[in-house]
Nanobody, 115 residues
Framework: QARLVETGGGEVQPGASLRLSCASSEGALSIYFMAWYRQAPGKQREFVAGAASAAGPDSATYAASVKGRFTISRDISANTVNLDMTAVKPDDTAVYFC??????WGQGTQVTVSS
């Protein structure tokens, strides 16, 4: 089974922007749904953003805490699912996981927001 690999995490200051990307270890995937989740220390994994691949960007849904700051997208030519994060806050600190078609998960990438 294909594995997903997330990249782009790191430590940034509040207010910064960064992009997380997710790619398959097996190359091109047939994606009908894509999503990002996150898990902060001591907390349960929570939904961040999700979208049907064939639908337009306006179809994406976001957690209230990130709406207006984060954007989920797919780069078909690069075969990646991306999460653009802007105006990040310390509360955004978590391990971020990519999810494809509801059943494929990545290993996660750490995002730390700290001054």
């Amino acid at each position: 089974q294909a594995r997903l690999v997330e990249t782009g995490g790191g430590e940034v200051q509040p207010g910064a922007s960064l992009r997380l990307s997710c790619a398959s270890s097996e190359g091109a995937l047939s994606i009908y749904f894509m999503a990002w989740y996150r898990q902060a220390p001591g907390k349960q994994r929570e939904f961040v953003a999700g979208a049907a691949s064939a639908a337009g960007p306006d179809s994406a849904t976001y957690a209230a805490s990130v709406k207006g700051r984060f954007t989920i997208s797919r780069d078909i030519s690069a075969n990646t699912v991306n999460l653009d994060m802007t105006a990040v806050k310390p509360d955004d600190t978590a391990v971020y996981f990519c999810n494809v078609n509801h059943d494929l998960w990545g290993q996660g990438t750490q995002v730390t927001v700290s001054s």
